[in-house]
């Protein structure tokens, strides 16, 4: 079949539903279109706070947010685009608690507020309390509540639809998307004056991650496949405590109500590595200094793990503002943060780089200024980018809401202005088509879960927190490998109803060519920035390389590089010091 | 250990009914239900179907019958659901709503109450310059009823549905309680025009099977009562 609506949406977490929201406020025929039930999106995961100077326990302002912001990034987030975020934060959590999101007050009735990693007053003097938070489980209340309010403003969803390409046409103007129907198997396509992928991220290719299933990074994939570029890709974030060989995320909040981390020797090591905030340095840092603890072997009990402790904190604070992580880690390792530390790990947990836009969500191809009409991105599968080299914790959720409001609102403005439907070219589901019976046809082969257990294997043990030349250019190779591979899997289920083995089969396609951006940026950039860390080039480099990543790739192991300048406005990149 | 996964299985382009079949896994005690599954699948028959995404029990999408019980399949670990080596875990769908495909349902239905119930934040007047104020103790009022991550397993649980396909259910009117006792919230009256009525709270006869399936242990028999005592008030 093919739909028609002015503005589609790809993905509905916290930006999709967003964006659906402010598109249709201004006046846009929206459908939004989602792999999963809308309130199944991986924005409900967020566990500890969205970040906004409120102000509602301690003076806070959006400048020391936006400096925390640039510094957490080191220097190569692009400050026009966190200082729109930062000022525009107070404002979002406003709109969010009169749509009905369920916060955390404190005494006086107000949105309550903690301390998270890289957050501080004064330019850096000392941890401030800016995070807002619902217990911790502030992305399920906001993902719970956008939904509701979309549900309130009819919006159209299309629910378990997976999208599985773009639609341009031979003037390079975007027509819609094409979209595989699970519960079907019928192949859509959907006509589309402006199109917004908000798809997420892509923790799923590496081993040990804190992401969903569902984390597949699809979106990106779909547009490398389609000759745009993708920007940063080498930055990806392992946030410091996921649970000890699962990966679940402990949230920071943690930390921030008083958690410590511990070595071996039971020593609180940040206090050697960040003097001043201690453990509530920036995410890339901790999660560097727990492997070099390791590496030192002050692992605990000789493993990769350290301890989380919270045995201080009292029940009063785990019970009331931090319950689910204090559930989980009863659920899944039986161990009561009350009573013993928490055994945690880095974690895969966040891409700093994706999809390039502008802070309207417009897709740049190129240099600022250069832009895709018709085409916009939001959330994690975009980089805007405000979160640079390191994305600091709360960052996330106001990212979606913020941009994934702009961009509705800048899709409204276009389809108001007379954008047209772009020409849509002739079959233009038909290399979805061939792909897809390309896989139901084959009888031989390998399972799709030996492609990924050797591409996640890869990943995390050469394309995580440290990287050299070596380590990548062995990612590299496994990647060729894989990408032959994961082109010749077979699927045993052929049927139309619901075959979510198939869509294992094309997600493990899409998952090589994200992978390999991911390794060949980190190749490419010979410096040591943020997330991005470098053995054989532990320096930052400014002269060289402060300046963005712009991956091309023909989808066939071919690729290409090109740069794209920083925005600096106000501050200027200094030596990163917690 | 090894166990026997024990599932119910349908595929309605090739079976008339469903089937039980039963297959090898090998299992840590520490490994979820949903561990179990994942190995059938990738490892002995691609074709098996279910709903998965955050396997940490915050998006909803695993819950099914383990046991005879309704659980989420990544919140519930096999030392919960065996005793020892070769022991059988057995896994069903939600019972009361069609199937779709082994272990996945069809939750239109489902979803269309949880509409039907208005659930959004109404307010009168317009919205002050800051956040409306609300007091910690107003705040506890709500947030076990926030904590739901609509999975299904409660009102899949209740008699009363599998009775009544049209009763709303506990899910759908949990969450208008959540909106309902919310201090911030105008909207009681419109939500009440639809749960206080023959498909919906006086339907509920306090069987607890609802609080006994969530996930989340939300106590949702005591929210719906106190959603009944504010419609008797309204009444008066």
Known sequence: MTFSHDVVIVGAGGAGLMAALYAKEGGADVGVVSKLHPLRSHTGAAQGGIGAALGNME?????????????????????????????????????LEHYGVPFSRNKEGKISQRRFGGHTRNFGEAPVRRACHAADRTGHTILHTLYDQCLKNDVRFYDEFQVLDLIMNDDDECAGVVAYEILTGEIHTFHAKTVCFATGGFGRAFKTTSNAHAGTGDGMSIFLRNGLPLEDMEFVQFHPTGLYRLGILITEGARGEGGILRNSDGERFMERYAPTVKDLAPRDLVSQCIYQEIRQGRGIKGKEYVHLDMTHVGSEILEKKLPEITMFSRTYLGVDPLKEPIPVAPTA???????????????????????????????????????????????????????????????????????????????????????????????????????????????????????????????????????????????????????????????????????????????????????????????RNDDDWLQHTLFHSDGKGNFEFGRKEVAITRFQPKERKY | MKLNVKIKRYNPEEDEAPHWETYEAPADPLDSALALLLHVKWYEDGTLTFRKSCAHGICGSDAMQINGENKLACSILVQDLVSGDGDTVTF?????????????????????????????????????????????????????????????????????????????GPAAMLKAYRYNLDTRDD??????????????????????????????????????????????????
């Open chain 1, 349 to 539: 947990h966040y891409a700093m780089g994706g999809i390039p836009t502008d802070y309207d969500g417009r897709v740049e191809i190129g240099q600022r200024g250069d832009i895709m009409p018709g085409l916009y991105a939001a959330g994690e599968c975009a980089c805007v980018s405000v979160h640079g080299a390191n994305r600091l914790g709360t960052n996330s959720l106001l990212e979606l809401v913020v941009f994934g409001r702009r961009a509705g609102m800048a899709m409204a403005k276009e389809v108001k202005e007379g954008k047209d439907f772009a020409a849509m070219p002739d079959n233009p589901e038909q290399r979805t088509r061939d792909m897809l019976d390309t896989i139901l046809s084959r009888n031989d082969g390998e399972p799709v879960v030996n492609v990924r257990n050797d591409l996640q294997e890869t990943m995390m043990d050469n394309v995580s927190v440290f990287r050299n030349d070596e380590t990548l250019t062995t990612a590299l190779d496994d990647l060729q490998e894989l990408r032959e591979r994961a082109n010749n899997v077979v699927v045993r289920d052929k049927g139309k109803k619901f075959n979510t083995e198939l869509m294992d089969a094309v997600e493990i396609q899409f998952m090589v060519d994200y992978a390999e951006a991911v390794a060949a940026s980190a190749h490419h950039r010979t410096e040591s920035r943020g997330a991005h860390s470098r053995e054989d080039f532990p320096k």
């Open chain 1, 59 to 95: 003076e806070d302002s959006w400048l020391w947010h936006a400096f925390d912001t640039v510094k957490g990034s080191d220097y190569v987030g692009d400050q026009d685009a966190i200082e729109t975020m930062c000022k525009d934060a107070p404002r979002t959590i406003v709109e």
């Open chain 2, 92 to 168: 069903a769908p939600l019972p009361g709503s069609p199937v779709i495909k082994d272990l996945v349902i069809d939750q239109s239905r489902f979803f269309e109450k949880y509409r039907a119930v208005k659930p959004w934040m109404i307010t009168d007047g317009p919205a002050p310059e800051r956040e409306r104020l609300q007091s910690p103790e107003d705040f506890d009022m709500i947030e076990d009823a926030t904590k739901c991550i609509m999975c299904g397993a409660c009102t899949h649980s209740c008699p009363s549905t599998w009775a009544d396909p049209d009763y709303l």
């Open chain 2, 187 to 236: 909207g009681s009256n419109d939500r009440l025009d639809v749960v206080d009525s023959k498909d919906g709270l006086w339907k509920c006869y306090t069987i607890f099977n609802c609080v006994q399936a969530c996930p989340k242990g939300i106590d949702i028999t005591r929210w719906l009562s106190a959603l009944k005592r504010q419609a008797v008030s309204s009444q008066l």
